[in-house]
């Protein structure tokens, strides 16, 4: 079936730190997309990259969609940065979004 | 705030009950999709509609029902609530009805079934 996998599922870092997460997928990609679950539960949208890289800011993105992956850039990190990300796909005929089951990310002071 | 509002922000209320949750578009978006987050399953899809007609489906329960109205604002009704539905609930919107657009999350739902 339908494998979207994240790594690492928990990460501990130090304010100023860089970090990458990373998504492998099991299909052809139509649609990938990072998001930010913050501690008050909104789903706040990073990135809209079915393939390429992109960046916003101190964060960036690069999915290589004949490899099946996706990389999420976090630098120079924030306490606000703290939450879950997840990496979601469309695969194959599919026209909803599989979550991965997100990076839990602490970022302390 | 990415235009996509949904009512109320938290609900709770007990076994067996119904409720309805409310998700509103963002201006121009023609599909919704419905998505549940809860602890021990993670994000599902449920359902989507395009333009007032069922597209896809997903996991969802027969108790649970969905429909999209002519001012494209869309609602889902859970019946027959048992603990196991306690979960955030998502709505998302596109433009179009295609697995390549951009999905936009509303703030969620948080039930509580006691």
């Known amino acids: 079936g339908i494998q979207v996998e994240q790594s690492p599922p928990d990460l501990i870092l130090q304010e100023g730190a860089n970090s990458t997460l990373r998504c492998n997928f099991s299909d052809s990609v139509n649609n990938l997309q990072w998001f930010h679950q913050n501690p008050w539960g909104q789903l706040i949208n990073l990135f809209y990259i079915p393939s390429g890289t992109k960046q916003n800011g101190r964060l960036s993105a690069t999915t290589v969609a004949t490899e099946r992956y996706s990389l999420l850039y976090i630098s120079s990190s924030q306490t606000t940065d703290s939450g879950v990300y997840f990496c979601?796909?469309?695969?194959?005929?599919?026209?909803?979004?599989?979550f991965g089951k997100g990076t839990s990310l602490l970022v302390t002071p | 705030d990415s235009g996509v509002t949904q009512t109320p922000k938290h609900l709770i209320t007990a076994t067996g009950q119904r409720v309805t949750l409310r998700c509103s578009p963002r201006s121009g978006d023609l599909s919704v999709y419905w998505y549940q987050q809860s602890l021990d399953q993670g994000l599902q899809f449920l359902i989507q509609?395009?333009?007032?007609?069922?597209?896809a489906k997903g996991n969802i329960l027969e108790r649970f029902s969905a429909q999209q109205f002519p001012d494209l604002h869309s609602e889902l009704n859970l019946s027959s609530l048992e603990l196991g539905d306690s979960a955030l609930y998502f709505c998302?919107?596109?433009?179009?009805?295609?697995?390549?657009?951009?999905?936009?999350f509303g703030p969620g739902t948080r039930l509580t079934v006691l």
């Open positions: 979601a796909v469309t695969l194959g005929s599919g026209y909803a979004l599989n």
């Open positions: 998302a919107s596109t433009i179009g009805g295609g697995p390549s657009n951009e999905q936009f």
């Open positions: 509609y395009y333009n007032g007609e069922e597209r």
